[in-house]
């Protein structure tokens, strides 16, 4: 039985693997350099708004007011994308959970329970009464997956590494325009 439970958790591993590789490639399709650059650009913007706001600093908010309509043409080029992204992924999600979850579950038709959690550990909607079944497994070696992956093929979710460099080529453009 021990066993059994064992080929049931890698073989759900191994799907979230799948899954997690075909959303990463999707947003890897869709999302380029240039964008994260953008979200990046983006996230300075507002960060420097908020530090402008909070000290009161006029003379910084206004100027970048000037830039409020520029910014907001970048969020909206990129919000599409990430829509994009998103809606692929959840057709995706909810096509594949029905047909995986099918393959784990009893003969009398309950979900089949795939390993257990220590007493007195439920995690709503990871496992219920100690029992860890196809979804909450599924999401658990998602994201354990999901971190490993990206970095191995090189995909990003936070643009602060993108944001350091999108932040020096800002700086360096101000100082073009200021040298002139």
């Given at each position: ?7 049931d ?61 520029y ?24 096509t ?63 643009v ?10 800002v ?10």
């Amino acid at each position: 039985m021990r066993s059994s439970m064992l080929v049931d958790m890698l073989s759900i591993m191994g799907m979230a693997g799948l899954l997690a590789f075909i959303t990463l490639a999707i947003r890897k399709a869709v999302l380029k350099r240039e964008d994260m650059e953008k979200m990046a650009e983006i996230q300075a913007y507002q960060r420097e708004l908020l530090n402008a706001k909070r000290k009161n600093d006029q003379k910084t908010i206004q100027k970048l007011e000037k830039k409020k309509e520029y910014i907001q043409k970048l969020n909206a080029e990129v919000s599409k994308k990430n829509m994009i992204v998103m809606f692929a992924s959840l057709i995706i999600f909810f096509t594949f959970y029905p047909l995986a979850a099918g393959f784990f579950i009893t003969p009398d038709g309950q979900p089949k329970t795939i390993g257990y959690m220590p007493s007195g550990l439920d995690i709503p909607f990871i496992a219920s009464e100690g029992k860890l079944q196809f979804y909450g497994w599924f999401i658990l070696s998602f994201f354990a997956v999901n971190s490993p992956l990206a970095k191995l093929l090189g995909i990003s979710f936070s643009v602060s590494e993108v944001g350091k460099h999108a932040e020096k080529n800002v700086k360096d453009k101000k100082q073009e325009t200021g040298k002139r």
